[in-house]
Every structure is written in structure tokens, then in C-alpha cells.
């Protein structure tokens, strides 16, 4: 779904947030960008655009973007599916949690 938020993979791991802002400040005023830091969010950001249609424009023309040798996959971020992933984690953890308390084992499982 288009909304104003983009979630950007596959950049470099080194890029900095100034070099963000000239990729992506071409198509229209930014209002945040957020650059992955942790093992598990770097080469990954958040681009938060004043205006929707300018989120559009920026993600039919940055998709395969070649940025240092790696083309840029450029996404409309889904609050939804982020937060699907996290419960999932969450009722995994629980799931495991109550497994000890019960002391209950899967069957075909070690």
C-alpha cells in the first residue's frame, strides 16, 4: 500500500545518512531517514517523505537503483507485517516458555 514511509534494503553498509538524503532528497522534501545500525538492521533504512506523492516517485524511479555495486530494493513500508513478525517471535518464545513450565515435549522432536 503507498503511504509516505519507504523501507530501503540492500545498501551498502558504509552509506551514510548524507548520502541518503542526496539519493533520495531528488524526488522531494524528507521529513526523517533512518539508517540500521545493529547487525540486523544495517544495510537497511527508513525514508519518511513530507508528501505521499513524492514517496511514489521516489520508489518507481530508486527500485534498482545502483548504489557501489548494489541495486537498491525500495519498498513501501507495512506497519502491519512488521508487527506480524514481531508477534510471531513473541508467541514462539511463550510457546517455548510454557513447553518448560509443563515440562511437554513434540512428538518427532528432540
Known amino acids: 500500500e ?34 540500521g545500525n545493529t547487525t540486523e538492521t544495517r544495510g537497511t533504512a527508513f525514508v519518511v517523505y513530507e508528501d505521499i506523492f513524492d514517496a511514489k516517485n521516489a520508489c518507481d524511479h530508486l527500485s534498482g537503483f545502483n548504489v557501489c555495486n548494489r541495486y537498491l530494493v525500495v519498498l513501501y513500508y507495512q506497519a502491519n507485517k512488521a508487527f ?26 528432540n
Open 2 to 35: 503507498v503511504n509516505r514511509v519507504l523501507y530501503v534494503r540492500n545498501l551498502p553498509y558504509k552509506i551514510t545518512a548524507e548520502e541518503m538524503y542526496d539519493i533520495f532528497g531528488k524526488y522531494g522534501a524528507i521529513r526523517q531517514i533512518r539508517v
Open 84 to 109: 506480524e513478525k514481531m508477534n510471531t517471535g513473541k508467541k514462539e518464545e511463550d510457546l517455548v516458555k510454557l513447553k518448560e513450565k509443563y515440562d511437554l515435549k513434540t512428538p518427532g522432536r
